[in-house]
């Protein structure tokens, strides 16, 4: 059975679905809460202070 341009954008469609569903599936299980970040580990370039 040969290669249509049909099938092929079938399975783009599910892929997209798929893809779609991947980030629904993290976005929901993500932590509602955003880690802290210490002082020390932001580190600014000295010559965009300028």
């Known amino acids: 059975m040969g290669d ?3 099938g092929r954008e079938r399975k783009g469609m599910v892929k ?3 893809l779609r569903r991947k980030e629904v599936k993290r976005t929901l299980e993500a ?3 955003m880690p802290e970040i210490e002082d020390e580990e932001i580190e600014i370039d000295a ?4």
Do not use: A
């Not at 010559?47 to 300028?50: F, I, R």
């Open 16 to 18: 997209e679905e798929q």
């Open 31 to 33: 932590d509602d809460e």
């Open 47 to 50: 010559d965009l202070e300028e």
């Open 4 to 6: 249509t341009k049909r």
